[in-house]
């Protein structure tokens, strides 16, 4: 399964961004500063989509585009309330809790402090199913006025830890959080100004079934947008939520099932019966099921 998050720069209307996108063949897609799908030009391919932003006719917004009839799209929210701060369900071979931001500022509020606020609004959906947090997030540690007013960036990764996510970028890279090697936006497109502002924020079941997590390159992207893509490959049948499981009713947990869907690692590769009830026990307190 594919994920691409990008802050296209006032598109997808123009013909060369939308086939840019296409071109990599996503099952889903988050683009921020986008038009809405009926200003796309050219035919359109996606199957599903949601679409959050002032004006439908002229407004940029953020959108959420399924690729694949796979996987459907529904808002967990009348409206959002944060802009744009979206918790989507995404259901179907993968059932997970989606949300896709394009943190803008409101009055009184910086970056970071919109983006806390709608993460602690949205806490209730950071829980029971597994979740992705992804797009311009617009805060960087080194630039403190973009996260004023929440104490700290602190803040805001121990609130992520707090729910179990990590960031995908600084987990592979081994990387602290300042200072990222790699910029995801340039500013005004100089490549003397680079900033790591786009994340993506996955929780343990997602983050252990990633195949592949990069940013992309500059001498590809540059020419489209002052933002680089993050582009995420998850292994299919991997991760299960509680929406895909609820209609079918909870799953009996079986020696053969922590082995096959859960990847049950013993040392010496030999589990006893004690150490196998143990962690049968663990996971239905841990209500993983």
Known sequence: MKIISWNCKKGLSSREKYKKLIEFSPDIAVIQECFHPSEFQGDSQHHDMVWVGENKARGLGLCVLSFSEDY???MLVDEAKYEWIVPIQVSGKENFTLLAVWTKRMTG????KVLYSALKEYESFLQGNPVLIIGDFNV??????????????SRLTDLFREHGL???YHYFSKEEYGSERHATYYHYGKRDRPFHIDYCMVSKEILQNVQKFYIGESEEWGA?????????DIKIGSV????????KGKTEITPDLLKEQYSLKIDNEIATE????EAIRYIKASRLM
């Open 140 to 153: 960087d540690k080194k630039v403190p006025s973009s996260y004023s007013g929440i104490k700290g960036f």
């Open 274 to 277: 004690q150490e196998i009830d």
């Open 166 to 168: 990590e960031s995908c």
């Open 240 to 247: 299960s939520g509680n929406v895909g499981n609820s209609a």
């Open 72 to 74: 459907k799209l529904s």
């Open 224 to 232: 489209f947008s002052d933002h680089l893509p993050l582009i995420l």
């Open 109 to 112: 509020y910086s970056y970071g």
